[in-house]
């Protein structure tokens, strides 16, 4: 089942599973950066099997001129013991309904270099690789 972690305790039971993409942030902040963001109008599906959380999606609607109407992914991750279970692709097709209800034209997502396999994951869905993102850290 997908739908929508909307309370603390949702969010709470995602954790785990989002910490496998972002090991960088300490368990005790993701809680309180989640919430930020969505006052900015993110929002965090989860897919639950047998009452467990296997696999989630944090994502945005949002516009720009490059784009037109578009839905963001910010995080796609699917618990590293669990994967090839069909879980990742039944989260990208809900995502793609949500693109779809909401107006979107597109869906986009950038991917760090070193995720192979979810790279394959993309392609196998259509996806296609439609440029380069650059970066430059402001902090020393």
């Known amino acids: 089942m997908i739908r929508l972690a909307d309370s603390d305790q949702d969010i709470t039971r995602c954790l785990p599973v989002m910490q496998q993409l972002r090991p960088h942030i300490p368990l005790a902040d993701l809680l309180p950066r989640i919430r930020r963001q969505m006052q900015q109008g993110y929002r965090l599906a989860m897919f639950e099997r047998d009452g467990i959380v296997i696999a989630l999606a944090g994502f945005r ?80």
Do not use: P
Not at 75 to 98: M, P
């Open 61 to 140: 609607v949002s516009e720009n001129l490059a784009w037109g109407r578009f839905l963001y992914v910010d995080d796609l991750i699917t618990d590293e013991t669990r994967r090839s279970s069909g879980a990742g692709k039944a989260l990208f097709e809900w995502l793609l309904d949500v693109a779809r209800n909401e107006g979107c034209q597109q869906l986009h997502l950038d991917s760090g270099v070193q995720r192979f396999d979810a790279h394959r994951f993309y392609l196998r869905e259509g996806m296609h690789i439609a440029g380069h993102h650059f970066a430059l850290s402001l902090t020393k």
